[in-house]
């Protein structure tokens, strides 16, 4: 599975965007690129998912760079809720989910 | 949505003492199912995978006759701690994928293992 690289924390005010940045630089054709959040002392929740093409849903917004080779998560209207830390994960259908270390997200008010 | 259920959410034992805990696909049929174990401030380890009529596969380093390991229906499986010791105090957490689609996890709310 490739290997992610995100940054250990980010703040982001209550109300604006908070863009989630991930490296995925040795990405392979058929890995997917998937994004979950934990917050504390729960289990992980599903944000989103996607290949090559950006992805809205209810939650949040992908976009994925051309080459693949990094993504961005879009929180569009960030709330006190959405503090977590953030994970990005790249790997292909079937395979294991492996966790980095992810991006702890701060929202103050 | 896809849930997932699992029991109990706290325990606490004696040293010695074995601790079972439950996964449960609780809207869908689940043939692989998989264990992490989470220390405090760190992330997410996985200890294993469970597969459904068959033996796990545990990642390297994971003690398979301490953490057992049985996935005996298609929407349970379970984690027995045996021989439980302090050092195995940890929040365990499974998770389960459906096989069509995207192979998106579900993941549980987890179980607080405190060992005295």
Redesign the interface.
Known sequence: DAKTTQPPSMDCAEGRAANLPCNHSTISGNE?V?W?R?IH??????II?GLKNNETNEMASLIITEDRKSSTLILPHATLRDTA?Y?CIVRG??F???????TRLFVKA | GAVVSQHPSWVICKSGTSVKIECRSLDFQATTMFWYRQFPKQSLMLMATSNEGSKATYEQGVEKDKFLINHASLTLSTLTVTSAHPEDSSFYICSATRESGANVLTFGAGSRLTVL
């Open positions: 997917y998937y979950y934990q002392s729960q289990g992980p929740q599903y998912h830390v994970y259908r079937g294991k989910t492996i966790f980095g270390a992810g």
